[in-house]
T-cell receptor
Framework: DSGVTQTPKHLITATGQRVTLRCSPR?????VYWYQQSLDQGLQFLIQ???????AKGNILERFSAQQFPDLHSELNLSSLELGDSALYFC????????????FGPGTRLTVL | GDSVTQMEGPVTLSEEAFLTINCTYT??????LFWYVQYPGEGLQLLLK?????DKGSNKGFEATYRKETTSFHLEKGSVQVSDSAVYFC?????????????FGKGTKLSVIP
């Protein structure tokens, strides 16, 4: 158990809908990374937050957004969903901005029908 | 940009066989290198890491050496077990703009048969 929690574990929804994925980092960790794992693209970095502020952006679509709250949990919002958004979404946490050992949550499997 | 290339799977080995999974990388600067493992239905777990040239990471019988001259970080294990069956990902992080996001290879699925 990495200490990182993600909810829900599974999510099934329809095209055009909007969903929110939640991540709680390990106790004491200030930074959260989001990754997408799909059959086509493999594992891709989406976005990073550190202590409530966006720190880096990767291959994140404009339809996707994220935020980190004062209690340090993070949410990834996916809107206008398409079939191709079906994937596993992972978050990972680290203590500080310069730590490079990331601890991954179990992931949320999103299925868009 | 940064990239990681690892051997495509799947790889099927008999128990106690020797394992090598090749990984090469392209990065600017001096990246840190990682191997992550993903067991069925689970998230990624860090298996080992190396942060500078000639460092050897090791864990649970797995080893990998950071070779700057060949830009490689091959994963090896002398004697695999059925419990090692999983998907293995090579990854790098090269700090840019203050972030250590990971760049992953496509993963290699290993199946070990008794």
């Amino acid at each position: 158990d990495s200490g990182v929690t993600q909810t829900p574990k599974h999510l099934i929804t329809a095209t055009g809908q909007r969903v929110t994925l939640r991540c709680s980092p390990r106790s004491g960790d200030l930074s959260v990374y989001w990754y997408q794992q799909s059959l086509d693209q493999g594992l891709q970095f989406l976005i990073q937050y550190y202590n409530g502020e966006e720190r880096a952006k990767g291959n994140i679509l404009e339809r996707f957004s994220a935020q980190q709250f004062p209690d340090l949990h993070s949410e990834l919002n996916l809107s206008s969903l398409e079939l191709g958004d079906s994937a596993l979404y992972f978050c990972a946490s680290v203590q500080g901005p310069w730590d490079n050992e990331q601890f991954f949550g179990p992931g949320t499997r999103l299925t868009v029908l | 940009g940064d990239s990681v290339t690892q051997m495509e799977g799947p790889v099927t080995l008999s128990e106690e066989a020797f394992l090598t999974i090749n990984c090469t990388y392209t990065a600017t600067g001096y990246p840190s290198l990682f191997w992550y493992v993903q067991y069925p239905g689970e998230g990624l777990q860090l298996l080992l890491k190396a942060t500078k040239a000639d460092d050897k990471g090791s864990n649970k019988g797995f080893e990998a050496t950071y070779r700057k001259e060949t830009t490689s970080f091959h994963l090896e294990k002398g004697s695999v077990q059925v419990s090692d069956s999983a998907v293995y990902f090579c990854a790098l992080s090269a700090p840019g703009a203050g972030s250590y996001q990971l760049t992953f290879g496509k993963g290699t699925k290993l199946s070990v048969i008794p």
